[in-house]
């Protein structure tokens, strides 16, 4: 092989691995960016109406509204996080499934203008499905693989 040739073949191998680099950080950098907004902000959420639930039992629900804009808040983090993940290229067809039948989960359990028992008992099991299955009782290290595994348990458990 000649001296230009061998000097072209490493130029070759050198931009490959370069290019190589470069497409693997920004597949982590999508991917990290989707799981951050399901841990913060749909995990934060989802753990402000567990507050929210719980202060309203103790309350004898005077104010269900509280709870009812809570629930909206949740869908909203949802919505963003799976368009986001969907935008990116970083959600597989199952998770992107789950989110949304997770999101139906949350918008069903909304209570009606005129909070009725049935609401109450609704919501009630709504926190405690999220319970059963570790949604609302996970610590701050909690790994986007452990929460989409939650999910999962928690969409499974209601179909």
């Not at 130029?11 to 370069?18: E, G, K, M």
């Not at 934060?44 to 719980?54: A, I, R, T």
Request: proline fraction near 1%.
């Amino acid at each position: 092989m000649s001296r230009k040739l061998k000097i072209i073949l490493a130029i070759s191998v050198a931009v490959n691995i370069i290019l190589f680099i470069i497409l693997t950080l920004e597949y982590n950098k999508k991917h990290t960016v989707t799981e951050k907004i399901f841990l913060n902000l749909v995990r934060h959420e989802l753990l402000l109406l567990n507050e929210n639930l719980d202060a309203q039992k103790n309350n004898g629900w005077t104010e269900p509204v509280i709870v009812q804009i809570q629930l909206i808040d949740v869908l909203d983090a949802i919505y963003l996080a799976v368009s986001t993940g969907i935008e990116l290229n970083a959600l597989s067809k199952k998770e992107i499934e789950n989110y949304n039948e997770f999101w139906r989960i949350i918008r069903n359990s909304i209570p009606s203008h005129e909070f009725t028992e049935t609401d109450k008992v609704n919501l009630e099991q709504l926190q405690k499905q999220l319970d059963d299955v570790g949604i609302i009782n996970g610590t701050n290290t909690e790994t986007y693989n452990s929460f989409r595994t939650k999910i999962e348990l928690l969409v499974d458990k209601v179909n």
